[in-house]
């Protein structure tokens, strides 16, 4: 990370670029913003799952704090042989494509992409989950283009039955005609360990089957209704926890808002509908019937509910996921969708509000449905992608988007994108800073922006310590730098600054002094160039920074070794060409793909 070329690039730069250009080349007027942190206040665990990336990007630079293994390959897995068909994505091909990624040595392994998703969350300390197969048939060969006079069943496919129910094998039969689910499960939990001990820990109920219909018409041509995906999620659901009692189970995997209101417009919304009308939208029924389900059996089956949000927020030429990154109105309509998430006064300019924006902000809307209808269900996205991988904004959306998840206390999120340069490097501004594992803060507080359309802000501390806070802060001005007055509550005495720019897909490490922060008491002040993500590494003195060094919490290794520096502080700026101006300063150089 802080290599001597590097360095010599950065110091190059600053030559040719000089300090305090904004990251556009033109010096912008000054904002200012006022951020209140009170570490007593509103404290939420924060569950390091949210931190996640779908299996496609889990071997890029990343540290994870969970991995997916989903999307529309998965729905025709077949885990006996490894084969899989792409259905829409690409001409409904069956072949070997999970088999590619994987090591020689486990490629003709059955199941090997759960094995494969097992080992690098292992190496990466990650929470794995795990597609299980509702759709009614999977790939029998690895024979190339299925064509329609093929559809299923025909020999190019194998029944997928939920349930076996006994005389589990280790060593399947792959010249049979049925593939069983509820023994994939137990062949996992036989050839991996538990969910305790070291095997997959949470099982999705399949991806989208809203959407089976177009995704996976040779498989699946009707449209799903929903009683057939309630009773699907019912019986793969006990039958995953009588094998793995302590697994989750993430269910129904939805595509998008048309799949929470009606399910896609499944045939018998309208009955059920009508019939029960105090459903709002297919979640509540679905919900309601998981519920239903659980008071019979005894036991929880629905542990988190799953849906997948993709923003449909248009830019402000009007196009949906508009790549205009140069223009400042569309990057200004880009970086405020993440408030669909959450605040009830934003309105985004889509399809979504123009027929009523019924359900946003998702994330309470969602909540509301749980405490009504199934408490005690966690929240998760198991995808989602705000978009830029080449473009700071990428970053920046990022950032706030894992924040606001946080603050929202959803159990789980994934990123699901094969591009992610950008977005990956937000992820380890809060999972891997410093290189070394150093980590945002494990327990949110309160942190209040006056300006969150300029400036979003996350502080969190390690448990209930106080003596480190750890502070993510975005600058969304398209050229104006911003002041941000953070008010701390307490004295504090060190920051450290960390930052990402557009300078470079990854995370500057500033160590000089620089103007740019300064820290009085229980103030600090921040001055953050242009389209910037800043993380500020906040302690109240040296000791404090050792002890949680030490501790493997908010601060390295390397960090414990910089504080025994006799410094007042240690300040930087991080922002555009202003961030390579800095001699000690080094980085270096870490698609919307829809399921």
């Not at 033109?26 to 404290?43: C, L, P, Y």
């Not at 988190?304 to 223009?327: I, M, P, Q, S």
């Not at 601060?555 to 800095?582: N, P």
Request: aromatic residues 10%; proline residues 3%; glycine residues 8%.
């Amino acid at each position: 990370m802080k290599s001597k070329k590097i360095m010599a690039f950065t110091s190059a730069v600053c030559l040719m670029l000089g300090c305090g250009v904004s990251a556009s080349g033109e010096a912008g007027s000054a904002k200012t913003v006022n951020i209140t942190i009170d570490t007593a206040k509103d404290r939420k665990a924060i569950s390091p799952y949210i931190y996640g990336v779908n299996a496609e990007i889990m071997e890029r630079n990343v540290k994870p704090g969970s991995v997916r293994a989903g999307g529309n390959r998965y729905t025709a897995y077949n885990w006996e042989n490894n084969a899989s068909n792409a259905g829409s994505d690409w001409k409904n091909m069956s072949d070997n494509y999970f088999q590619q990624s994987v090591d020689q040595s486990i490629k003709d392994t059955p199941g090997c992409a759960a094995i494969k998703l097992n080992e690098v969350c292992k190496q990466k300390d990650a929470y794995s989950l795990m597609t299980l197969q509702l759709a009614g048939y999977v790939s029998a060969d690895m024979d190339g283009e299925v064509s329609k006079d093929q559809a299923a069943p025909s020999d190019r496919w194998k029944k997928a039955e939920l349930v076996k129910g006994s005389d589990f094998t280790t060593q399947p039969d792959v010249n049979d005609d049925t593939v069983y689910m509820d023994e994939f499960v137990n062949y996992l939990v036989k050839t991996l360990g538990n969910s305790k001990s070291g095997g997959i820990n949470g099982y999705s109920l399949d991806n989208e089957p809203g959407l089976w219909t177009h995704t996976h018409s040779l498989i699946h041509p009707k449209q799903t209704s929903c009683e057939e995906i309630v009773d699907k999620s019912v019986t793969m659901a006990k039958a995953v926890k009588e094998i793995d009692p302590g697994a989750d189970v993430f269910g129904p995997a939805l595509f998008g808002y048309g799949a929470f209101t009606n399910f896609a417009g499944a045939g018998d919304w309208n009955a059920i509908s009508q019939d029960n009308p105090d459903y709002k939208w297919f979640i509540d029924y679905y919900l309601d019937e998981m519920k239903k389900a659980e008071d019979d059996c005894g036991t929880r089956l629905l542990d988190v509910l799953d849906v997948h949000f993709y923003t449909e927020a248009k830019g402000a030429c009007g196009e949906r996921y508009c790549n205009h990154f140069n223009d400042p109105d569309c990057v200004y309509n880009k970086l405020n969708a993440t408030r669909s998430l959450w605040d009830d006064t934003y309105t985004e300019d889509s399809w979504i509000t123009d027929t009523g924006a019924e359900f946003l902000p998702i994330l309470p809307a969602l909540k509301e449905s749980i405490d009504t209808y199934y408490p005690g269900t966690k929240i998760a996205i198991t995808e989602y992608d705000f978009g830029g991988p080449y473009d700071v904004c990428g970053a920046i959306a990022e950032a706030d988007a894992l924040g606001i998840f946080a603050q929202n206390e959803v159990y789980c999120a994934n990123l699901f994108t094969m591009d992610a340069q950008y977005q990956l490097a937000a992820i380890n501004l809060y999972r891997n800073y410093d290189g070394n594992g150093s980590a945002f803060g494990d327990t949110l507080v309160s942190c209040v922006s006056d300006d969150i359309e300029t400036s979003t802000a996350y502080a969190a501390i390690n448990g209930d310590n106080e003596d480190v806070i750890t502070l993510v802060v975005t600058n969304k001005a398209f050229s104006d730098k911003t002041t941000a007055n953070i008010d701390l509550g307490s004295e504090y005495k060190y920051a450290h600054l960390y930052g990402i720019n557009s300078m470079a897909a990854d995370i500057f490490d500033m160590t000089d002094s620089n103007s740019a922060v300064t820290i009085s008491g229980d103030k600090i002040s921040l001055e953050m160039e242009p389209r910037t993500v800043s993380l500020l590494v906040i302690a109240k003195d040296k000791d404090a920074l050792t002890k949680s060094a030490a501790n493997d919490s908010s601060i390295s290794k390397a960090e414990e070794e910089k504080s025994k520096v006799s410094k007042l502080a240690l300040f930087a700026g991080i922002g555009g060409a202003a961030a390579l101006c800095l001699g000690g300063a080094a980085y270096g150089l870490k698609k919307k793909k829809r399921s």
